[in-house]
């Protein structure tokens, strides 16, 4: 079954660590992004790769980092330097045809800073 | 600059009646758009999308309109079911490229 996997769904922090977010597609696609949520708002671009050993910073990508040393993998660091890291995570590919570009995206990554 | 616009971070509509969701966009280099649709605590999924060269796509109970005049596009949903209740999210690619570019969400209640 073909799909993109975000591990964990729920993730708790102490204040001033570290944290790494999990994603993995099994979908072949060259293109990949994280992607934040906080309640009520719509979703903003933290980092973004669109091929392997290359990335992109987002709106939002201070306090975050990032690796794309596989093309099946895009894991996100949550550095203490982020100042607000409470929020709903999202991972996503994409894959360009004929028609034009689509993303799918994980069931997301709540990450709650205790 | 936001390249990609929901001016309407929510909507309320009676269950049966339609709802139109809107979208604006500012890149005339924007050749593909799609709609996807979002439950709370989960990743969007695709629901319906259209290519420039169109000005209508249906499916179903969903139907998608493209202004390329206006730069502005719009998702119909006739009859509206409570179950419809979700975020909606706008998006836009271009023809250079594999990015989308995402609105910033319109919420839809459907009231039973």
């Known amino acids: 079954d073909g799909g993109i996997t975000q591990s964990p769904k729920y993730l708790f922090r102490k204040e001033g660590q570290n944290v790494t977010l999990s994603c993995e597609q099994n979908?072949?696609?060259?293109?990949m992004y994280w992607y934040r949520q906080d309640p009520g708002q719509g979703l903003r671009l933290i980092y973004y790769?669109?091929?392997?050993?290359?990335?992109q910073k987002g709106d939002i990508a201070e306090g975050y980092s990032v690796s794309r040393e596989k093309k099946e993998s895009f894991p996100l660091t949550v550095t203490s330097a982020q100042k607000n890291p409470t929020a709903f995570y999202l991972c996503?590919?994409?894959?360009?045809?004929?028609?034009?570009?689509?993303?799918?995206f994980g069931q997301g990554t709540r990450l709650t800073v205790v | 600059d936001q390249q990609v616009k929901q001016n309407s971070p929510s909507l309320s509509v009676q269950e049966g009646r339609i709802s139109i969701l809107n979208c604006d966009y500012t890149?005339?280099?924007?050749?593909?758009f799609l709609w996807y649709k979002k439950y709370p605590a989960e990743g969007p999924t695709f629901l319906i999308s259209?290519?420039?060269?169109?000005d209508k796509n249906e499916d179903g109970r969903f139907t998608v309109f493209l202004n390329k005049s206006a730069k502005h596009l719009s998702l119909h949903i006739v009859p509206s079911q409570p179950g419809d209740s979700a975020v909606y999210f706008c998006?836009?690619?271009?023809?250079?490229?594999?990015?989308?570019?995402f609105g910033g969400g319109t919420r839809l209640m459907v009231k039973p």
């Open positions: 979908l072949n696609h060259d293109a």
């Open positions: 890149n005339s280099m924007f050749d593909y």
């Open positions: 790769s669109q091929i392997v050993n290359d990335f």
């Open positions: 998006a836009a690619s271009g023809n250079a490229g594999n990015m989308l570019t």
């Open positions: 996503a590919s994409s894959y360009r045809d004929k028609k034009g570009t689509e993303a799918f």
């Open positions: 259209i290519s420039s060269i169109k």
